[in-house]
């Protein structure tokens, strides 16, 4: 009988002590309900030391239309995308992560205002354009947004 007293206690022992991380308190208010047009992406390309090495900036005018926890994503060619997003906040920072058939992308959310946000993700070993099949040591996206 002693164990099963343990158990609650057990219980909420880790259901509180595992908030690593959480969901993104505020920023959620900004996103939902509303309309963001991409103004710029830069994709910046960095080799083994940190040198850059390639940059490229696309104003593509991409619009991202968040309705509850789905975001429609309406590009300059007419075509359209739906996805599931979700907001953590982790070490201080505000992430967005997408869903789209199965494939899962995570954005660090740099900044969000009443009119302007930016994101950030970086890879590594990412094929650097214009290079051949040169790779570079790390690569950044940063996508900046106007609110609609």
Not at 1 to 21: G, N
Not at 72 to 96: D, V
Not at 137 to 147: L, P
């Amino acid at each position: 009988m002693k164990p099963l007293r343990l158990l609650p206690s057990l219980f909420f022992l880790v259901l509180f002590s595992c908030k690593e991380v959480a969901p993104a308190p505020g920023v959620g208010d900004q996103l939902k309900g509303g309309a963001w047009l991409t103004l710029s992406q830069s994709y910046r390309y960095y080799d083994a030391s940190g040198q850059l090495v390639h940059e490229e900036v696309d104003s593509s005018g991409t619009l991202f239309d968040f309705d509850g926890y789905r975001v429609t994503i309406s590009y300059g060619t007419g075509t359209t995308t739906q996805c599931l997003y979700t907001l953590l906040e982790s070490n201080g920072r505000s992430y967005i992560e997408l869903t789209r058939d199965g494939l899962l992308q995570t954005y660090e959310i740099t900044s969000i205002g009443d009119s302007v946000m930016s994101w950030s993700t970086e890879a590594e070993e990412a094929e650097c354009p214009d290079s051949g099949s040169k790779t570079a040591g790390h690569a950044t996206t940063t996508t900046r947004f106007s609110r609609q």
